[in-house]
């Protein structure tokens, strides 16, 4: 095997970091994206819940209370507490749903972080020891 001149081993690092500074950011987007899905999911549905809890806070509110009333005879303000109880259940489920996926979703990109820093740990090595080990 012919010993390379010192242009090809500089081409060839320059090649090698140039690839391996692609994959790293071919990471860090792939892990950004998983982190932010996460996110946007469980902001999406803690909005749901929300507006759901708006928009029923008006009209299952009233008719509700009206069927307590009607049907059962109950007076209005008791009818109305029940009302808002199982609102404010469905509305406490939604918020359990999307807590996890809050938790879960975390757009830094820390595999591509720790491998860059091992990266330049082994660069460091090798500039400092020529022949030695690559690992």
Do not use: Q
């Not at 996460?38 to 708006?54: C, D, S």
């Not at 299952?60 to 109305?80: D, M, R, T």
């Amino acid at each position: 095997m012919a010993e390379r001149s010192i242009s090809e081993l500089i081409k060839g690092i320059s090649d090698d970091s140039k690839a391996i500074a692609e994959e790293e950011i071919a990471l860090a987007k792939a892990e950004a994206t998983a982190g932010a899905k996460n996110l946007g999911i469980g902001a999406g549905l803690a909005i749901v819940a929300l507006f759901l809890l708006f928009l029923s806070s008006f009209m299952v509110i009233f008719a509700g209370a009206a069927a307590f009333h009607e049907g059962l005879g109950w007076p209005w303000w008791g009818s109305f507490l029940i009302v808002f109880g199982i609102l404010a259940v469905i509305a406490i489920i939604l918020v359990l749903v999307a807590l996890p996926l809050f938790k879960k979703g975390n757009p830094v990109p820390g595999t591509a972080i720790g491998s860059a820093k091992s990266l330049v740990a082994s660069v460091k090595r090798a500039v400092k020891n020529p022949s030695g080990p690559r690992y």
